[in-house]
């Protein structure tokens, strides 16, 4: 069971133990809808606010797709120039509005810390959908399910793990919420991985060693081995300022690439990325000479969204238990993905 009925989910110190391990026992029942297979309506009538303030194709797209997908209604914004905000209206009276249309948000925000005063404004759930440099909760939801996904195919357990983290680990709010939310489980092997000036916030270090668990943190990917899971990470440009010369501190030889995992014997290990790569020349982000290799999950990964999305909106709109009562098949055509590259591959271990 879990509290998160009528709740908002600003962070990942939100959820508990239980109520993590809830939604992903429920985001794996959502497989079918979000594979095509079945339909539910369990959330007709439903209204999503969907106010993205930042830029974001995958975030916004899959809660979209996902609240369609338990059959709600979505109205959205999608630039904040376009909105009210550029006319000096306050995320107080926006969230206050907002609240008069719809039954439930989802907010992306450039401030740290805007979810929250979205949160304190209006009666209806508030999702983070990442608040600058902050939180982003659900990504960090969607990464546990896809580890644990990965892990299920290859026999391992997340108890005992080396998860590396490479990039840019001060800005990258993703990094932040999965960081948290693993602390939640026992005995892992962290090693985070950054040039000077993009070192994880030092309170995020301080609270998961206070769990318990072991922290490297490296400053070259030389330093890489024996890790299971390797979660690259984009370097947050628009958080950087550009008359600084932080840029320059992220050198070529930070780029994970096919030589960087043979060099550190990590060929075996999950790649993961929250996405987007960056693909501009010199912006050193995940390669795409590892596009073919089986281990790379980062589309697996992106997949995952729609089914932990659809549990969160189930659960936090209280409809969970009706969503296997109120199934039907699917009658157009969907071309159906089959192999490993298909997120419904693996099934989690019981
Ligand atoms: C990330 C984000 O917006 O924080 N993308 C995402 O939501 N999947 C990562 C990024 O922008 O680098």
Same mark, same amino acid.
């Given at each position: ?20 391990? $809830? ?10 809808? #979000?594979?095509? &297979?079945? !339909?539910?309506? *369990? =959330? ?126 001060? $800005? ?10 693993? #602390?939640?489980? &026992?005995? !892992?092997?962290? *090693? =985070? ?158």
């Amino acid at each position: 069971m879990t509290n998160l009925k009528g709740k908002h989910l600003l962070s990942t110190e939100d959820l508990t133990l239980e109520a993590t391990e $809830y939604l992903l026992q429920i985001a794996e029942q959502m497989t079918p809808f #979000a594979k095509r &297979r079945k !339909i539910t309506r *369990v =959330l007709e009538g439903a209204v999503l606010a969907n106010l993205f303030f930042e830029p974001s194709t995958r975030t916004r797209l899959s809660f979209a797709a996902a609240f369609c997908r338990l059959g709600g209604a979505v109205c959205d914004i999608t630039d904040l120039a376009l909105s009210s905000m550029a006319k000096g209206e306050s995320i107080q009276d926006t969230s206050r509005v907002v609240a008069g249309f719809a039954d439930i948000m989802v907010v992306r925000h450039p401030e740290q810390g805007s979810a929250a005063q979205f949160a304190t404004a209006t009666h209806i759930p508030v999702i983070n959908g990442g608040d600058g440099p902050g939180e982003h909760p659900t990504q960090a939801l969607i990464d546990l399910y896809t580890i644990k996904k990965e892990f299920a195919r290859l026999d391992k357990n997340l108890k005992g793990a080396t998860i590396a983290f490479v990039g840019d680990l001060k $800005y990258s709010r993703t990094t932040h919420s999965l960081l948290k939310l693993l #602390a939640l489980y &026992r005995d !892992i092997h962290f *090693v =985070l991985i950054t040039p000077p000036s993009f070192e994880m916030p030092p309170t995020i270090v301080d609270q998961i060693a206070r769990n318990g668990h072991v922290i490297e943190q490296l400053s070259s990917l030389q330093g890489l081995k024996n890790v299971d899971v390797i979660y690259a990470t984009r370097v947050q440009k628009e958080r950087i300022d550009k008359n600084s010369n932080t840029l320059t501190n992220y050198a070529a030889d930070f780029q994970l690439n096919s030589q960087a995992l043979v060099k550190a014997k990590a060929q075996n290990a999950i790649i993961m990325h929250p996405l987007p790569r960056d693909s501009r020349a010199g912006a050193n982000d995940l390669s795409t000479d590892l596009n073919n290799n089986e281990q790379l999950a980062i589309f697996r990964q992106s997949d995952n969204g729609i089914a932990v999305r659809m549990a969160l909106f189930s659960v936090i709109l209280g409809v969970e238990h009706l969503v296997l009562r109120n199934l039907r098949d699917v009658l157009w055509f969907t071309p159906k993905q089959i192999g490993t590259q298909d997120a419904s591959f693996h099934r989690l271990k019981a």
